[in-house]
């Protein structure tokens, strides 16, 4: 079955940098779209940045500019570069991967438990 494992997180302070990976495996074929997706302790879940399988991306209006999301297919593996740091980016961040056939815009928006893979998370602290 489908399997995603993220690593990278921890504790920064304000101004650092921080990269995210999520090791997918479990399966063969390209998947619609993969994701970044965080949840701050008292907030809802919400996407940070998302990558569709024409290469499109899409990414939260807080984190324009500042994170950048990629994938190596090769290995099956995302990622996410977090510059600058602040911290209300503190949350627990999760990988996705869409079961459905969305665009990045789409998928930022929309991804639920429902329609995507989760893996566990990993926690992401920014200090001031």
């Known amino acids: 079955q489908v399997q995603l494992v993220e690593s990278g997180g921890g504790s920064v302070q304000a101004g650092g940098s921080l990269r995210l990976s999520c090791a997918g495996s479990?399966?063969?074929?390209?998947?619609?779209?993969m994701g970044w997706f965080r949840r701050a302790p008292g907030k809802e879940r919400e996407g940070v940045a998302v990558?569709?399988?024409?290469?499109?991306?899409s990414y939260a209006d807080s984190v324009q500019g500042r994170f950048t999301i990629s994938q190596d297919n090769d290995k099956n593996t995302l990622y996410l570069q977090m510059n600058s740091l602040k911290p209300e980016d503190t949350a627990m961040y999760y990988c996705?991967?869409?079961?459905?056939?969305?665009?990045?815009?789409?998928?930022?928006?929309?991804?639920?438990?429902?329609?995507?893979?989760w893996g566990q998370g990993t926690q992401v602290t920014v200090s001031s």
């Open positions: 479990g399966y063969t074929y390209t998947m619609p779209y």
């Open positions: 990558i569709d399988s024409d290469g499109s991306i």
């Open positions: 996705a991967a869409g079961r459905v056939r969305w665009t990045a815009f789409q998928a930022l928006r929309y991804t639920s438990q429902y329609n995507a893979y």
